[in-house]
């Protein structure tokens, strides 16, 4: 069975740090592109940041560049954001997602042809 499992969630104050983890099971890590989404409440879902399949180049949403570091292990198949100089509109669920693509389009991050989602977890920065 396919599965994504975030952790790392927690509530930080402005300016802290958080390090989010996505472990998979059930494929093989390296064929898919994996990403980091996030919702806030009353908002749509956005991509934030993600690693293509293979060549494993990232791409990060302008709202997040110079902030946020996306990585994986692909020994451990899981996948990390390390989270810098959080602010309050950071604030929502996190979820990973593994997709055939993922590209950046108009400053923000598309999965394209999304195989599985994780539960998510939440980041709440207090200001």
């Known amino acids: 069975e396919v599965q994504l499992v975030e952790s790392g969630g927690d509530l930080v104050q402005t300016g802290g740090s958080l390090r989010l983890s996505c472990a998979a099971s059930?494929?093989?890590?390296?064929?898919?592109?994996i990403g980091w989404y996030r919702q806030a409440p009353g908002k749509e879902r956005e991509g934030v940041s993600c690693?293509?399949?293979?060549?494993?180049?990232?791409y990060y949403a302008d709202s997040v560049k110079d902030r946020f570091t996306v990585s994986s292990d692909n020994a451990k198949s899981t996948l990390y954001l390390q989270m810098n100089s959080l602010k309050f509109e950071d604030t929502a669920v996190y979820y990973c997602?593994?997709?055939?693509?993922?590209?950046?389009?108009?400053?923000?991050?598309?999965?394209?042809?999304?195989?599985?989602w994780g539960q998510g977890t939440q980041v709440t920065v207090s200001s």
């Open positions: 690693i293509s399949s293979g060549a494993g180049s990232t």
């Open positions: 997602a593994a997709s055939v693509l993922c590209t950046r389009v108009a400053g923000t991050i598309i999965g394209e042809y999304v195989v599985r």
């Open positions: 059930g494929f093989t890590f390296d064929d898919y592109a």
